[in-house]
């Protein structure tokens, strides 16, 4: 993997790429008002688009001749899907979400469940169900060679914290149980994860601060 490769995008501004080994590519950008990322992974002639926010003539571009597979929605918040029904339209992509989340979404084509995998290019994507922020939030986990995971956590995962929950206790409780038990006691430091809003971080730069994330309250 690149070394160069550090995360940080603005809209307008120059893609980051990063090599995954094995073939697989990363191109992350940021689009809309909001400042959404989305995440282009590409294998060969494939590829794989994971929240398509805002900006459909900036992704569109992004994905090139090649078009998408697929394209991969990681929560029913508005800002996440913008440009979903324009992309899917030129592409073709199938369009997948989770189930809970799915009837808020305006295109969909087939749902995900908790441990269902989504492929490209002969790589393979774990979908783990993260509930808090969404009922139907996923986080898609994939191992380069390696052996170094890489999550791409929509809004379920922060640098500095987990998702929003607007103060809801039990949201909170569920969203924070599944990030540790589902997230940090299943993948190791090197984790490096890719969040759906801003900068990048590893597991192992944000373990120490689980306790003090729980005791906030946010």
């Known amino acids: 993997m690149s070394n160069e490769y550090t995360g940080d995008v603005t809209r307008g501004g ?10 697989l590519t990363l191109t992350k950008v940021s689009v809309g008002p909001m400042d959404n990322n989305a995440y282009l992974l590409r294998a060969g002639t494939e590829q794989l688009l994971i929240d398509a926010a ?14 998408l597979r697929t394209v991969v929605t990681t929560h029913r918040h508005q800002d996440h899907w913008v440009a979903l029904a324009e992309v899917v339209q030129a592409t073709g992509a199938a369009s997948l979400a989770h189930t809970d989340d799915a009837p808020e979404i305006p295109v969909v084509t087939a749902t ?7 492929e490209v290019g002969g790589h393979t994507l774990e979908v783990i169900h993260v509930v808090g922020h969404t009922p139907g939030s996923v986080v898609l986990a ?10 791409f956590t929509g809004d379920s995962l922060f640098p500095g914290g987990v998702g929003n929950t607007r103060k809801n206790k039990r949201n ?14 299943r993948f190791g430091d090197d984790t490096w994860f890719y969040p759906g809003h801003g900068k990048d971080s590893t597991l192992g730069a944000e373990r120490s601060h689980l306790p003090e994330w729980r005791a906030r309250g946010w």
């Open 172 to 185: 909170f409780e569920s969203l924070i149980n599944d990030v540790e038990h589902k997230l940090f006691d």
């Open 14 to 23: 120059t893609p980051a790429v990063r090599d995954l080994g094995g073939g």
């Open 142 to 151: 994939y191992r380069d060679p390696g052996g170094r995971a890489h999550l």
């Open 54 to 67: 805002n900006d459909a003539g900036t992704l569109l571009a992004l994905a090139g001749e090649s078009g």
């Open 112 to 118: 995900l469940s908790d441990g269902d995998t989504v």
